[in-house]
């Protein structure tokens, strides 16, 4: 657990099911896709496999007490050489505390347990238009043009 303050930062196990329950709000909220995260949650052995697995991580800011910020990603194995990349698949904090340093500090957690993983990179999408995040991203990484497709599964 590292330290922002006022806030602290805390990788999700199998027995947070509290706390992943308030980043999947605040993820809703955050999206404004409340329907998606709060619509058909997982059930409670879903999550506690899931937060039990190497391959996925989930980070919670903690401000009050409360789920303010969090990230949730993917470790994925290559197959060309021994390492890993990991996926950031989605990054939010809640509006009232933003520009306080929480995703960067969200970002710097998930650095330290990637190279614990064996991993060599970080790579997350931004939407087109969101300045925010884009500015955020570049600000730590670099930026690469690349297009993304969504492939339906029947």
């Known amino acids: 657990m ?3 303050s006022p806030y602290s930062i805390r990788q999700l196990g199998s027995d947070d099911l509290d706390l992943m329950d308030g980043l999947l709000t605040m993820f809703g ?5 409340v329907a998606v995260y709060d619509g058909n949650r997982p059930a409670a052995s879903y999550l506690r496999d899931l937060l039990d697995r190497d391959s ?3 980070l919670v800011a903690l401000g009050g007490g409360r789920v303010v910020g969090g ?3 993917y470790v994925l194995r290559k197959f060309e050489q021994e390492r ?8 939010a904090v809640a509006a009232e505390h933003r520009r306080r340093g929480v995703a960067t500090a969200l970002i710097q957690e998930l650095k330290s347990l990637a190279a614990e993983r064996g991993a060599y990179v970080i790579f997350i999408q931004a939407d087109k238009g969101d300045e925010p995040a884009t500015a955020l991203y570049s600000k730590l990484g670099i930026r690469e043009e690349v297009l993304h497709f969504d492939i339906l599964v029947d």
Request: hydrophobic share 50%.
């Open 2 to 4: 590292s330290d922002v």
């Open 29 to 33: 909220k955050a999206f404004d896709e």
């Open 56 to 58: 996925f991580l989930a």
């Open 71 to 73: 990230l949730t990603a």
């Open 84 to 91: 890993s990349e990991v996926y950031v698949y989605d990054l």
